[in-house]
T-cell receptor, first 107, second 114 residues
Framework: KNEVEQSPQNLTAQEGEFITINCSYS?????LHWLQQHPGGGIVSLFM???GKKKHGRLIATINIQEKHSSLHITASHPRDSAVYIC?????????FGAGTRLTVKP | DTAVSQTPKYLVTQMGNDKSIKCEQN?????MYWYKQDSKKFLKIMFSYNNKELIINETVPNRFSPKSPDKAHLNLHINSLELGDSAVYFC?????????????FGPGTRLTVT
């Protein structure tokens, strides 16, 4: 069993829908990262969280340290949000990755 | 200005060869990393390095070695390439270490070993 579990594995939404991607982890962490991998392969860091909630534009990330759970929300989704979203947890110099959630937003 | 750059973008080579992938960052970051993304798109950290300390993931074969001529560069050398080394390799950097800082990724190098 992977130490970082993401759900769902695949997600298809209509443009404008509210999206939630979940991440659960089983190890102690110093920080949790949400990454976006574009269809072309490039990786962009969206958020780095150690507690609470962060917001960038239409993206919101939350983390509950006690429950070892994080969520990534996308409001008013758009086809350009189509990508793979990856949750990763860092502790000291080790990083463990989830398998990713493939999001497709249809116009 | 590209923040983290890698060369080459594609690398096709035969088993047994030795190859290098170069990585440069112009962000002034202290820490750099190498990641491997396998055919199932699963990412794994290989190395983290700052000017004081190299941390190696214990699962990485010793055929892989990072070399850092200065703080802005972390190159990846691979000896005696094997078929299983085929993957996309990403370089990244961050302001600090311990994976508690935002990471900036390079565009990736697709390595194919035939």
């Amino acid at each position: 069993k992977n130490e970082v579990e993401q759900s769902p594995q695949n997600l298809t939404a209509q443009e404008g829908e509210f999206i939630t991607i979940n991440c659960s982890y089983s190890v102690g962490i110093s920080a949790l990262h949400w990454l976006q991998q574009h269809p072309g392969g490039g990786i962009v860091s969206l958020f780095m969280l150690s507690s609470g909630k962060k917001k960038h534009g239409r993206l919101i990330a939350t983390i509950n340290i006690q429950e070892k759970h994080s969520s990534l929300h996308i409001t008013a989704s758009h086809p350009r949000d189509s990508a793979v979203y990856i949750c990763a947890v860092g502790l000291n110099n080790d990083m463990r990755f989830g398998a990713g959630t493939r999001l497709t937003v249809k116009p | 200005d590209t923040a983290v750059s890698q060369t080459p973008k594609y690398l096709v080579t035969q088993m047994g060869n030795d190859k290098s992938i170069k990585c440069e960052q112009n962000l002034g970051h202290d820490t750099m990393y190498w990641y491997k993304q396998d055919s199932k798109k699963f990412l794994k950290i290989m190395f983290s390095y700052n000017n004081k300390e190299l941390i190696i993931n214990e699962t990485v074969p010793n055929r892989f070695s990072p070399k850092s001529p200065d703080k802005a560069h972390l190159n990846l050398h691979i000896n005696s390439l094997e078929l299983g080394d085929s993957a996309v390799y990403f370089c990244a950097s961050s302001q600090g270490g311990a994976l508690s800082y935002e990471q900036y990724f390079g565009p990736g190098t697709r390595l194919t070993v035939t």
